[in-house]
């Protein structure tokens, strides 16, 4: 089963805070992390993964750099830390959830051989 979770916040460069959304971002079961997405940088791809509440992944855009990113999640969800394009620049940032979660994964009942069923939920929140 993995959390889908559309994360929306800032990057900060030379006291410039400029948004930035990662719109398919998975936090998995096992701690894992992956996505993938584009901006005005380009095509990227996100692998990294969660221990508690230590945040570590690295964006890597398609055929250019990589930034990584290591933080901490609060218990509102939020996620704070350190950007760094290793060798060249590095910042602060802060990525928050957009309110709606979704959980994707299967089912199985013995009933049916234990066939598996896909499945997903949608969690909205105010």
Known sequence: MALEITWEGTYEYCGDHTPM??????IFADGNIK????DENGAFTIQGAMNGKEVKF???YTGAHAVNYSGHINNQGIIGGRWEI???C???FLLKTSGATSWTGHY???ADGFQ???HSYLLKSD
């Open 116 to 118: 598996k069923h896909p």
């Open 58 to 60: 690295i964006k890597q």
């Open 35 to 38: 996505g993938h997405g584009s």
């Open 86 to 88: 290793p060798g060249n």
């Open 21 to 26: 959304t990662f719109k398919s971002m998975f």
């Open 108 to 110: 199985q009942t013995e």
């Open 90 to 92: 590095d910042g602060s």
